[in-house]
Nanobody, 114 residues
Framework: QVQLVESGGGLVQPGGSLRLSCAVS????????MGWYRQAPGKQRDMVAT???????NYADSVKGRFTISRNNAKNTVDLEMNSLKPEDTAVYYC????????WGQGTQVTVSS
């Protein structure tokens, strides 16, 4: 059974940084595209960043230059380094694995506020 467990969320002031991590178990991690998505209250879930099995990265325009996605296939983890955070980055952040059914973590809250 595939499990994705996020960690690292919290409250941070505007301009601050956070690092999210997702630990994956029960899957052939290295074969799959991995991603981070976010959902703000009353809004749809949107892609933040993805990284392919070959390490090709893709970012939403709103986070380019501020966020960095990375993966460690030996440890089955995918991280999201978030810098220069803005209030509009406030959301629940979800880890995603593009396997046959599309697997999601439970989400971790990120709040950017002074």
């Amino acid at each position: 059974q595939v499990q994705l467990v996020e960690s690292g969320g919290g409250l941070v002031q505007p301009g601050g940084s956070l690092r999210l991590s997702c630990a994956v178990s029960g899957s052939r991690f290295g074969f799959y595209l991995m991603g981070w998505y976010r959902q703000a209250p009353g809004k749809q879930r949107d892609m933040v960043a993805t990284i392919s099995s070959l390490g090709i990265k893709n970012y939403a325009d709103s986070v380019k230059g501020r966020f960095t996605i990375s993966r460690n296939n030996a440890k089955n983890t995918v991280d999201l380094e978030m810098n220069s955070l803005k209030p509009e980055d406030t959301a629940v952040y979800y880890c995603y694995q593009q396997d046959s059914r599309g697997s999601w973590g439970q989400g971790t809250q990120v709040t950017v506020s002074s």
